[in-house]
Nanobody, 127 residues
Framework: QAQLAESGGGTVQTGGSLRLSCEAP????????MAWFRQVPGKAREGVAA????????YYSDDVKGRFTISLDHAKMTLYLQMNSLKPADTAIYSC????????????????????WGQGTQVTVSS
C-alpha cells in the first residue's frame, strides 16, 4: 500500500505563496496518476491538480489554473504543489493521492479514482 506524506502547509497572507511536498514510495511507476486534493469542513473533497508519473501533461481545476503548478522530482519521488497568488478561498486541508496504477475510467481530478491518501496538511490564507 502506497504511503504518502505531505508537508509544507502553513499560514500565508493573500497573494502569498506556499509549496507543498508529498513523499511517495519508490516503487511507484509510470502507470500511476498522482494528484492534489483539498477539502474544507462540510464540503466535498476537490481535486485541484494531477499528473501521470510517466507523462509530463498536467491537469488543473479551473479555480487554480494559472496559479498552482504540480510537478514531480523523479529522483526523490516527491510530488510538489507550488501555490502562488493565494486567496482566502484556497484555505483547506490539502492531501496528495495515488491511484495505485490501477485502470480507471474516472476523470483524473475525481477523488473516486484514487486509493491511497496522505494525512493532509493545513493551508490557511489570511485576508
Amino acid at each position: 500500500q502506497a504511503q504518502l506524506a505531505e508537508s509544507g502547509g502553513g499560514t500565508v497572507q493573500t497573494g502569498g505563496s506556499l509549496r507543498l511536498s508529498c513523499e511517495a514510495p519508490r516503487y511507484i511507476d509510470s502507470s500511476y496518476a498522482m494528484a492534489w486534493f483539498r477539502q474544507v469542513p462540510g464540503k466535498a473533497r476537490e481535486g485541484v491538480a494531477a499528473m501521470y508519473i510517466g507523462n509530463p501533461m498536467t491537469y488543473y481545476s479551473d479555480d487554480v489554473k494559472g496559479r498552482f503548478t504540480i510537478s514531480l522530482d523523479h529522483a526523490k519521488m516527491t510530488l510538489y504543489l507550488q501555490m502562488n497568488s493565494l486567496k482566502p478561498a484556497d484555505t483547506a486541508i490539502y492531501s496528495c493521492a495515488s491511484d495505485g496504477g490501477r485502470f480507471s475510467s474516472a476523470p483524473i481530478l475525481s477523488s473516486g479514482r484514487y486509493h491511497h491518501w496522505g494525512q493532509g496538511t493545513q493551508v490557511t490564507v489570511s485576508s
